[in-house]
């Protein structure tokens, strides 16, 4: 029973690694953003799943990712060799910002990531090194789409490999102790700051990786593009409609998520309610299903394989 | 260059609006403790209200604001019913659920927003738009006049419900101890809808009063969420002469900053913003708290 997901996940992965041997390209674009999708959900609930530390400034370690790839790029940089410094300096970043904002608990937590993620945005589109609001140009070179989508993929893979692991290391576990009950975790000698600080720049780095193939792929980038808010929604909101906490939850979100995306930019009625239809998903999940997709899933199973009601003296024995 | 009285007369005009941008935040947070995300949206619906009542019905931004703050007060009670009521209980520490919750409602509030008016940039000019006058010898504009003035009567208004009606009292005694005044008989479930009402009548006023200050669109509010947040963890949550303290630390500093640094205007924003993360990380308690710290640290 146990081997079955993940029999599941290895032939779902070797699919997408696979894809551009047998799909068309535009679809393959559609995986490609699908890939992209699911390694923000998962980098992300690394820390606000695992962690329950919810941010909403992730879109800060994107932009650091894209915008350290271009500017090395126009530097003479190859950008292959641009991603691991990007990771790098989103990791130090997140560190930075972390050592303060982890002395706040819950929502002051986030209301903090509110502002860090504002205050990269308008410092991109003012200073003069991130070519302000118009952006930057990434220098004319050849650009291969399918080593781009291959490196996406293979991010993906690896990043919800590397949140598995994650929940079975000891890592994961003292994450989920510092989720559950902070004080209780920093009496058993779990240092909270420092794991809280180990899964932001972990998963900061996860983002910015993802950033810099985003910016290699469209070849320009600009605050209204790197830091746009359907973007920084789609890394908060997939995870939580898909379950945050699971390994499973945030790829079935990003599934959700980038098909309605793919739909609604199709349909020209539907592409000016997304938000209409992204706020009602969060007002329904808060409501009826805090756990996500994965958590109405559960539910549902368990309903089918339980008895509904058990008699008295069995539920005492119980 | 600018003199000092020119930053303390802007600085003054400011504060009393930021502070009724606040008073929304603060009072919703003080009784439910829940973090109003939906402020931003509020505050833009408030805008695309008068702007609507002024295209249609030519009615003054202003005397506008007689018909938004009461329509706002009904759709926050309609909202606290309808949704925010249905969330578990936060308890001395908001809930992420009620967070996640009003972002959702916000991003609704957007989507209607664009579907109504469209997402081009709109503002409201009227016959006073660009006319100044001289106040201690510092030109200001008309509407900032009149926006000061709005926002002294929304705070004196707001004094006295809270200060001189049973309404009032009830809303402060459940913001000091929610199950004393329980136990004292107070319907905390009336309670916590009109205190959603009022800030969110609060958040439609403070709103319309930008739309004569501002250009806006439904992406319109972040930056003054950021900044109404801002004020409430300087003021120390639910201080009410907190809250004023730290409208006016906020606006002062953006004003110095105008007159006597050449930080581009854009970058003026991240200033609170930046504001908003050393306050909430070096005096959590806020201004109150660091007062009493630094009393204790004296004496």
């Known amino acids: 029973m146990k081997r079955l997901p993940l029999a599941a996940a ?7 690694l696979a894809a551009p041997l047998f799909l068309e390209r535009g679809t393959l674009n559609d995986v490609w953003s699908l890939a992209f999708a699911v390694i923000l959900a998962s980098a992300w609930n690394i820390l606000g799943g695992f962690a329950g530390q919810v941010s909403l400034g992730y879109s800060a370690f994107l932009g650091i990712g894209a915008y350290t790839t271009v500017l090395l790029s126009l530097a003479g940089v190859n950008p292959f060799w641009t991603l691991a410094p990007g990771a790098v300096v989103a990791a130090l970043f997140s560190v930075l910002i972390g ?14 990531t ?36 291959e490196a996406m993929a293979a991010l993906a893979v690896a990043t919800v490999a590397i949140s598995a692991a994650v929940t079975r290391s000891a890592f994961g576990h003292a994450l989920a102790a510092i989720k559950q009950d902070i004080d209780a975790a920093e009496a058993l000698g779990v240092g909270s700051t420092r794991f809280k600080l180990g899964a932001h720049a972990l998963s900061a780095a996860l983002v910015a990786l993802a950033g810099s193939l985003y910016a290699i792929n469209f070849q320009y980038i600009a605050p209204s593009s790197v830091f746009d808010f359907r973007l920084s929604l789609a890394i908060v909101l997939a995870p939580i409609v898909g379950g945050v906490g699971t390994v499973a939850g945030p790829v ?66 119980a | ?52 009542l002024f295209t249609r019905f030519a ?113 402060r005694a459940v913001t000091q101890n929610r199950d004393a005044a329980l136990l004292a008989g107070v319907d905390a479930d009336r309670i916590s809808a009109t205190a959603f009402g009022l800030g969110t009548a609060f958040a439609g006023v403070a709103g319309g009063m930008l739309s004569s200050l501002y250009a806006f669109t439904p992406d319109f509010g972040r930056s003054f969420l950021l900044k109404a947040f801002c004020i409430i963890v300087l003021g120390g949550m639910e201080s009410v002469t907190g809250v004023a303290a730290g409208a006016f630390v906020l606006a002062f500093l953006e004003n110095a900053l105008g007159a006597w640094t050449t930080l581009p205007t854009s970058l003026e924003d991240a200033a609170s913003f930046t504001l908003l993360f050393v306050a909430l990380v070096v005096f959590p308690q806020g201004l109150p708290g660091l007062a009493a710290r630094l009393r204790t640290a004296l004496r």
């Open chain 1, 10 to 16: 290895a032939v779902l992965a070797a699919f997408t």
């Open chain 1, 99 to 112: 050592l303060p904002a982890f002395r706040l608990r819950g929502p002051y937590f986030t209301i903090a």
């Open chain 1, 114 to 149: 509110i502002g860090v993620g504002e205050a990269v945005r308008v410092v991109a589109s003012s200073v003069s090194f991130t070519g302000g609001s118009s952006g930057l140009r990434m220098p004319a070179g050849s650009f291969d789409f399918t080593l781009n989508y």
């Open chain 1, 252 to 317: 079935l979100g990003a599934v959700v998520f980038s098909t309605l995306q793919i739909k609604l930019l199709s349909v020209p009625a539907l592409r000016d309610s997304y938000l209409f239809i992204y706020g009602g998903l969060l007002i329904l999940v808060m409501l009826y299903e805090p756990k996500g997709l994965v958590g109405l899933a559960r539910r549902l199973l368990a309903r089918v394989r339980r008895p509904p009601v058990l008699p008295p003296e069995a539920a005492r024995a």
């Open chain 2, 1 to 52: 260059m600018q003199d000092i009285a020119g930053v303390l007369v802007n600085t003054v005009i400011s504060a009393a609006l930021y502070a009724t941008m606040a008073y929304g935040l603060a009072v919703i947070y003080g009784v439910m403790r829940i973090i109003n995300l939906a402020h931003a949206g509020l505050m833009m619906l408030g805008a695309y209200a008068t702007f609507a």
């Open chain 2, 59 to 171: 009615l003054d931004p202003f005397l506008s604001l007689l018909v938004v703050g009461p329509l706002f007060y009904l759709f926050g009670v309609v909202l606290y019913r309808l949704v925010v009521r249905r969330l578990p209980r936060s308890g001395a520490t908001p809930s992420m659920e009620s967070l996640l919750l009003l972002f959702g409602v916000w991003l609704v509030l957007q989507n209607f927003a664009y579907a109504v008016w469209g997402g081009d940039t709109q503002s409201i000019l009227t016959a006073y738009t660009m006319k100044s006058v001289a106040v201690f010898g510092v030109r200001v504009g008309v509407p900032s006049l009149f926006v000061f003035l709005g926002s002294i009567v929304s705070l004196v208004f707001l004094n006295v419900v809270l200060k001189a009606t049973f309404l009032g009292r009830a809303i």
